[in-house]
Structures are given as structure tokens and as C-alpha cells.
Antibody
């Protein structure tokens, strides 16, 4: 059974850093296209970052230079630095079908709150 | 970037009624690479439809998708109580992938 479980969310001050983890079961992250998608309170969905099966990465303009996606064995990571209040959101770990199609599996989400 | 505009913003219907949700793209979506998701409060989204009209595993046949080019539709033939939720479209034909802003289907 495929499962994705995020951890590492919490409250952080503007300018601070946080690392999200997503532990998966039923597959290995290096063999799949993986992504982070976020949702600000009461808002819609936004792609944050993608790591393709071959290792190439994509970042939304809003996080480029501040966030880094990586993977190791059964875990996907999102290192977030220079956090801003507008980064406050639920961050979902997601497995993307093929190498860049639709999200076929979602984690339950991790809440990141950036506030002083 | 392809902008997806969903309409209406909110749809107020009764159980048993038919729901028709629209997703319009700012430019043609390559190969009809469009998906629909359902999201209930406090939950992650769930995949309903991919490649515009293919139902995901386990999705009831009251959900159907159609369209091509720039105009796509999600239809729920007869609303069940568990169908009241927010629905998002997403295109994956052109990078960067983008989501629509969502349509809320609420009980009238």
C-alpha cells in the first residue's frame, strides 16, 4: 500500500528555516516523480517544487533560491530558508504519475506557520 | 504559464441534482492533459479524473469529465451527500503545471 507521511511543520519566525520530511512506503522516492504542493489558509493549491525521476528539479518563482527539494531512499525533503509570512500554508507531499502528470497520491499535509 | 479559470466560484445545489463545473484555460492544454481533484475540509485533495475524461481508480461513474483545447467540464450526474466539496482542475501539458482556483459545491 502506498503511503506518504509528512513531518517537520511548525511555527517559525520570518527569516527562519524549517525542513519538511515525507516518509513514503510502498515505493521508493528515487523511482518516482515527487512534488511539494502547498495551500495557504482558505486558498487554492500551488505547486512549490518537483523532483523528477532523473533528479532534475523545478521550483515555483515564489520559492526559487530559498527552498531546496531533495530525496534519499524512502524520504522526500523540503528545506525552506528565509521564510516569509506568505509561505504560511499546509504543505502536501505528493507522488506524481509518470514524470510530470497528475498527482496520484497525496500525504495528509504539514502545517507551516511563519509569524513573529 | 497557463492560467486556469474555474466557474462558478460556488455552486449551490441539492442532493440528487446535476452539477456542471467549468475549467477554462488561457491557452490550449496539450493532449488534453487535464485533471480534476476533489477536496473536503481538513483533507488532502483526491484525484477524480485525468486526461480530461478518464476516471481514477475507485471513482464512481456519476463523475465524468469532458472537453479539449481550452474548455473542460466536470459533471456530477446526481449529487450524493459526500460530493459536497471543493473541486480543482489542473493542467500538466505545459510546464509549469497549474491549478485552477477551485469551485465549491455546497448544499442548497
Amino acid at each position: 500500500e502506498v503511503q506518504l507521511v509528512e513531518s517537520g511543520g511548525g511555527l517559525v519566525q520570518p527569516g527562519g528555516s524549517l525542513r519538511l520530511s515525507c516518509v513514503v512506503s510502498g515505493f521508493t522516492v528515487s523511482s518516482e516523480c515527487m512534488s511539494w504542493v502547498r495551500q495557504a489558509p482558505g486558498k487554492g493549491l500551488e505547486w512549490v517544487s518537483v523532483i523528477y525521476r532523473g533528479g532534475d528539479t523545478y521550483y515555483a518563482d515564489s520559492v526559487k533560491g530559498r527552498f531546496t527539494i531533495s530525496r534519499h531512499s524512502s524520504t522526500l525533503f523540503l528545506q525552506m530558508t528565509s521564510l516569509r509570512t506568505e509561505d504560511t500554508a499546509i504543505y502536501y507531499c505528493a507522488r506524481v504519475y509518470a514524470d510530470g502528470w497528475y498527482v496520484e497520491y497525496w500525504g495528509q499535509g504539514a502545517l507551516v506557520t511563519v509569524s513573529s | 504559464e497557463i492560467v486556469l479559470t474555474q466557474s462558478p466560484g460556488t455552486l449551490s445545489l441539492s442532493p440528487g441534482e446535476r452539477a456542471t463545473l467549468s475549467c477554462r484555460a488561457s491557452q490550449s492544454v496539450s493532449s488534453s492533459y487535464l485533471a480534476w481533484y476533489q477536496q473536503k475540509p481538513g483533507q488532502a485533495p483526491r484525484l477524480l479524473i485525468y486526461v480530461a475524461s478518464s476516471r481514477a481508480t475507485g471513482i464512481p461513474d456519476r463523475f465524468s469529465g469532458s472537453g479539449s483545447g481550452t474548455d473542460f467540464t466536470l459533471t456530477i450526474s446526481r449529487l450524493e451527500p459526500e460530493d459536497f466539496a471543493v473541486y480543482y482542475c489542473q493542467q500538466y501539458g505545459t510546464s509549469p503545471w497549474t491549478f485552477g482556483q477551485g469551485t465549491k459545491v455546497e448544499i442548497k
